[in-house]
Every structure is written in structure tokens, then in C-alpha cells.
């Protein structure tokens, strides 16, 4: 079978003469055929194991640096054991890997570990240590990560990296206990479940990307799994059965320069498995997010309290018409259905920020449950879309500036909050269709109950 190459689109593509122009972006999975791994991709991590959040076990290998500086070039690293890593890099080490090859062979025995640790990472680096990767290949098999970064004051710098993997819980570049990753000029392929190409772990890890093809396969394999920060610049992504962004609690995402395709759940999932937390952050700036699934919005918030800031980008929905949705609802450990009270009684209704500069979009924004989605459009942005509730009880705010316009495909929801620059609403095409506002919000209390009749037929009127 031939490997599948995705397709991708980018901004340059609006230059081209030709406008039927594909351009076809090839990833590792085009050089070693996930099919040959399919057994290995097959195994679902196991995450039912007992939680020790203590590290248990030495990070071993073949390669390991305690406190030691060298170099390495040229040269091939192997090793195929379980729990055990290619390369250690730890305690103050000082490591440059250049022209390498690294191949990893060998199962983890706990996901916690690999987790919070790295435990069976190709390449570990820890405890203040210092790696600098570059024009290196690192290759793993039954399921390992190919870099892990942890602890305060460890940094790996990567440059020109080739990393595939095959097998459960195999992230590309990852950090942990505050770890730290600049990269750039990578590419990524992942076959198995949750194995996002970028990825941050407890209590946070710093992710810093640019120059990157990112293609994942697996459920639960994101783009980049935020756990503290991840910054992403240029980067070409295809997440075929994730979000490209999962973002956990209150961390940061930033997208800038990236065309982004997401197949699974909605194009980022915001959330927090623990109690609602606030100040969660995706940003896309210059970019372009597509989602491919009937029933996925291109933003999807749930039990978290966040913003989302569309600068100049695109979301392209075309395949369900959503926009944005604010749920009474969570991610599991499977990471493939949106959980209610059962998985989780500590759920809360999502609040959501959204805030539109440059930014033409379309689609519903959907609350559900109690559930609050504020859709702020500014500096010249267009919406074409309209409110409704998923179930029960549903708050909107919609704001408007002098430069910016909405055309509505539906009656709204009744509005808890509208603004807008232009108190005539002349930058409101209606199509026939009603805003409804809730006249005795506070936030409402400008219109003083009237009714604004709106350009096409339809009318601005208090509930
Ligand atoms: C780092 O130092 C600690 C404490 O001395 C030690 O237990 C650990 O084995 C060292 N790590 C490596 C990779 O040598
Ligand atoms: C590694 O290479 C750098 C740059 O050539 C050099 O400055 C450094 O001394 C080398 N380190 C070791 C341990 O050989
Ligand atoms: C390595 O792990 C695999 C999968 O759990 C297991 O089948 C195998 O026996 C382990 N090998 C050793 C040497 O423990
Ligand atoms: C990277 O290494 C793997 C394992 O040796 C090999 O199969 C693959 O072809 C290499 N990738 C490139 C681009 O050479
Ligand atoms: C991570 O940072 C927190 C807060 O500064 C600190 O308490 C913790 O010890 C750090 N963890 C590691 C592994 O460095
Ligand atoms: C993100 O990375 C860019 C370089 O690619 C850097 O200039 C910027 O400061 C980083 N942002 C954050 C929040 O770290
Ligand atoms: C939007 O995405 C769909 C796939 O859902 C694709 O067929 C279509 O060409 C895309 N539109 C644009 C403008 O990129
Ligand atoms: C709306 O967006 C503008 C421009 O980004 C910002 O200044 C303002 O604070 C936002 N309003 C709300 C309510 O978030
Ligand atoms: C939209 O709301 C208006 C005013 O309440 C109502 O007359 C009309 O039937 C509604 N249209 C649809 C499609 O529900
Ligand atoms: C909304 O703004 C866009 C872009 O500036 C413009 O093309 C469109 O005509 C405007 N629509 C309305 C209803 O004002
Ligand atoms: C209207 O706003 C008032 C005051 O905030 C609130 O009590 C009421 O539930 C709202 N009505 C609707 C339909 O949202
Ligand atoms: C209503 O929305 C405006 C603009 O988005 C914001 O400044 C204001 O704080 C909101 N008011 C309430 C009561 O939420």
C-alpha cells in the first residue's frame, strides 16, 4: 500500500496563477510505511494504571551523560529494551548530536512514567542539561517518545530533525517539569494514539516550533498537546483523528503562520479535566484551521474558562457549519467523545472569549447547559453565522466595531449582550432573520427596549 500523503493548502496558493493548484506536502509516513506498523499502532495505551507521581525508575541507556559534555557526530545510536532510552543527557550535562541517527526499539511499561518523566524516550534529556540536536533522524518503534526534555533549566535546541514513530503515548518533541524546547526546521510523522507531534506534560512544558511538517494518525495525537506553552510558527499540520490543539487546564497555544487540519472532535478543544479553570489561550494569528468533520466546530471550549483570538486567519467549516461551541462537557483519557456528568460531577459551563481582528468567518456558535461564548469582531472582520442553543440554558454577547459586519443565517438565541459601534446597525445584513435581545440584562441596557429595524427584512427586537 502507498503511503498517503495529506494535502495541504497555504496562503501562497491565493498568488498562484493557477488556482486549481495542489501542492502535496510529504511527511516521514511517505519514507516508512505506517502500514509496516500497523500492529504497533494498533496497541492502545494503558492508562489504567495506578497514578504514582513519583519518579520510580533511572532513566537508562546505552548513551547516558551525567554531568559530562560532548560531542557526537556521524554516528548511529541504538538500543531495543523496554524502559530504556537511546541517549540520557543529565545533571548539568552539556550534549551536541549532529548527522545522527537514533532508533529505538522497546515498550514502556507505565504511562505515568513515560509521562512525567520520559520514561523509554529515545533521547532523555534532564536536570538542568543542555542538548543541541541537528540534522539528526530519530526513529522509535513499540511505542517511545523520540525526545523528552524535563525539569526547570533543561533546554534541548533542535535543528533539521526527522522523527517517526510507531506505537501508543510516542510524542514527537516533549517536555515535562518544565522543560524546554526550541526547535526548527522539523519534520514529524506519528502512527498511534495519543502521540502528538508537540507536547507538554505536568506541570508544564515550553514548546517552541517553527519550520515544521507535522502529520499525525493516531486518536488523541495532536498537533500540539498544550501543557504550559506551545508556540508555533509555520508550521503545515494534519491531525487526521484529533484537534490540532488539545489544551488542558490553563495553558498557552500560539498558531502563527500555520495551515492546520483537524479530523477528529472539533479544530482545538479547550478544557480542564480537573475543576473549571480560567485563563486558557489559543491564538491564530495568519493562519488557517480546517476541520473535517460533519459535526466539528473549528473552536470547541468545554469546563474552562478561556479566550481564543482569530488575528487575520481563516476557519475553514465548510463541513458542519459550526463555528464554536461552549459546553458543559470535558475530554476523557480517550480522548474520542466530548464527556458529560458521568465521567466527570466536577463539570462546569465553558466561558468563552472570542475576539475577531482581519477575519472573515462563518458559522455557528453553539452554548450548551449554561454554557457562555462573547464573540467580540473587530479591525474589519466579517461573521456570517448566528447563535443557538445545544441544550438548555445558552449566553451570548455579540460586539461589533465601526469596521466590522454580520450577516445572519438564522434568528439568534436571545442575546445577553449586544454592542455595537454603529447604533443604527446598518452593518447588519439579516436575510430576513431577528435579533433577539434580552432586554432586562444589564449589558442591554443602551437599547432601552426598542426595535431596530435591519437592513433585509428583519429587525433588532427586545424579548
Ligand atoms: C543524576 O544524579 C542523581 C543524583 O546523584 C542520580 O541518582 C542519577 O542516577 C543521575 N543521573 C544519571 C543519568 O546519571
Ligand atoms: C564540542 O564542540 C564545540 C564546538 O566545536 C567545542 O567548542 C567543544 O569544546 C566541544 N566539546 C567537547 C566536550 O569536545
Ligand atoms: C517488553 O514489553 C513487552 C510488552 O509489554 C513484553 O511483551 C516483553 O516481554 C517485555 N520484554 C522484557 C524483556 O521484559
Ligand atoms: C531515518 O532512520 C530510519 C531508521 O533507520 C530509516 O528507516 C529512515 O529511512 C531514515 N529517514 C531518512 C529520511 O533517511
Ligand atoms: C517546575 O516549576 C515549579 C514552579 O516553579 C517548581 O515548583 C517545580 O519544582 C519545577 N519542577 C521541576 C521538575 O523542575
Ligand atoms: C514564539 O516563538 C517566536 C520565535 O519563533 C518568538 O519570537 C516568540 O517570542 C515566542 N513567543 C513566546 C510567547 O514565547
Ligand atoms: C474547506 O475544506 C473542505 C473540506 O472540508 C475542502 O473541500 C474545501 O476545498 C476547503 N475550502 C477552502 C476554501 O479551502
Ligand atoms: C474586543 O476586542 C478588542 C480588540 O482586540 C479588545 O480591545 C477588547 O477588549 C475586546 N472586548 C472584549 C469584551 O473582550
Ligand atoms: C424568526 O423570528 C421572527 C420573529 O420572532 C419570527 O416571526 C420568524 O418566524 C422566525 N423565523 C424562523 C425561521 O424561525
Ligand atoms: C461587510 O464587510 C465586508 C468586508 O469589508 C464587505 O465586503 C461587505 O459588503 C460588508 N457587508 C455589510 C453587510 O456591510
Ligand atoms: C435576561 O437577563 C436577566 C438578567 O440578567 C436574566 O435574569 C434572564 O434569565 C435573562 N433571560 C434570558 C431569556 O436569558
Ligand atoms: C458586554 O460586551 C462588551 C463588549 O464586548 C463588554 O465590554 C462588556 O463588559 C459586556 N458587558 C457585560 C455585562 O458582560
Known sequence: MSPSPFVAWTSLLALWPLAQATFTITDP???INPADWAADNAILADYNVTPILYQTDTIVGPYTYNGQAANISHATLTVSKNDTSVLVVSNG????VEYSTIVK??????????????????VNVANGSTLSLSNVNITTHHGAANLYTYGSGSTTYVDNAWLYSSGPTSHGLYAGGN????????VHYSGGNRCSSFSGDNPAGYIHVQNAVAHTDGVG???CYALGLCNMTNVIGHASHAPVT????????IWTNSDLTAGLLGGVVLFSSATIESGASVTFDNSKLTVLGKTMPGLWFGNIIANANIISSQINNTASGILAVANYSQVTQDFDYY?????????????????????TLSGLLVAYNGSSINFNLTQYSTWKGSTQSGFGAAYFGVSLDATSNWTLTANTTTLQNFTDADSTL??????????????????NKQWAGKTISLQGGGSFIPI
Do not use: C, K
Request: charged share 10%; hydrophobic share 35%.
Open 339 to 359: 464527556a458529560g456528568y458521568v465521567d466527570n460531577n466536577d463539570l462546569s459551563p465553558a466561558e468563552a472569549t472570542i475576539n475577531v481582528q482581519e477575519s
Open 426 to 443: 446598518s452593518n447588519i445584513a439579516s436575510n430576513g432573520f431577528y435579533i433577539r435581545y434580552n432586554s432586562t440584562s444589564s449589558a
Open 246 to 253: 488539545f489544551s488542558d487546564g490553563v495553558q498557552t497555544t
Open 93 to 96: 550535562s552539556d550534549v551536541s
Open 29 to 31: 509516513s511517505d519514507v
Open 179 to 186: 522543560g524546554t524546547v526550541h526547535a526548527q526546521n522539523v
Open 221 to 223: 495525537s495532536a498537533i
Open 105 to 122: 526499539y522497546g515498550y514502556s511499561s507505565n504511562l505515568f512514567q513515560a509521562s512525567f518523566y520520559g520514561l523509554n524516550a529515545a
